[in-house]
Nanobody
Framework: VQLVESGGDLVQAGGSLRLSCVAS????????IGWFRQAPGKEREGVLG?????????YYADSEKGRFTISSDNARNTVYLQMNSLKPEDTAVYYC???????????????WGQGTQVTVSS
């Protein structure tokens, strides 16, 4: 499985970005894709996940609720992370990850992309 993220950029606080994650090389459709981020000097943290099987989503932290949403275009094998009202503390490298099969939102992800940098200036 290969994952390619894109869409990271430098944006001012209050702005928006949409990240994309294109997945390839998988066989079955019972998987989940999650977005994670890692800021300098901090541990990696979960952002949002979405299940291909039933479209269910999971917020890994409450701080993104109301600002971030996740969606998918299954025909394009692409998952999007829409980020609105961005804050400087959202600055991080954002990674998408693939869990195959989808066993649970707290379980390990099997494959990871290379990441895309999001920088929010104040």
């Amino acid at each position: 499985v290969q994952l390619v993220e894109s869409g990271g950029d430098l944006v001012q606080a209050g702005g928006s970005l949409r990240l994309s994650c294109v997945a390839s090389g998988f066989t079955f459709d019972d998987y989940a894709i999650g977005w994670f981020r890692q800021a300098p000097g901090k541990e990696r943290e979960g952002v949002l996940g979405i299940s291909r099987r039933d479209g269910s989503t999971c917020y890994y932290a409450d701080s993104e609720k109301g600002r971030f949403t996740i969606s998918s275009d299954n025909a394009r094998n692409t998952v999007y992370l829409q980020m609105n009202s961005l804050k400087p503390e959202d600055t991080a490298v954002y990674y998408c990850a693939f869990q195959d099969p989808h066993t649970g939102w707290g379980d390990e992800y099997d494959y990871w992309g290379q990441g895309t940098q999001v920088t929010v200036s104040s």
